[in-house]
């Protein structure tokens, strides 16, 4: 082979290494785009599943003093109506009444 064929097999070669090096690059510069993408988003939906077990963790709480809430005015209701029956029993043995 003369020079001129060397040089030219050379560049030809060299242009399409260049080419899939650039090609390979892209890929690689891409791929780290999406891995930070990917990594922002993670940790904002981090923050939004942390946000929600707080809210469901408060929901919880709400619910379970209202529940102790509304148990002891349940509570305070029975005893006076049994209060009133017992009264009202009294009251007709007393004056004895049957039903």
Known sequence: ???????FVL??????????FTGIG?????LINDVKINTMESGKNKGKIELVQQQQQSDIKRIEERTQLELSNMSKS??????????LCQAMNKHNINL
């Open 78 to 87: 029975i005893k006076i109506l049994s209060d009133n029956v017992n009264i």
């Open 26 to 30: 892209f890929f690689i510069s891409r």
């Open 1 to 7: 082979m003369d020079a001129e064929t060397t040089k």
């Open 11 to 20: 560049s030809i070669s060299g242009t399409v290494i260049l080419i899939l």
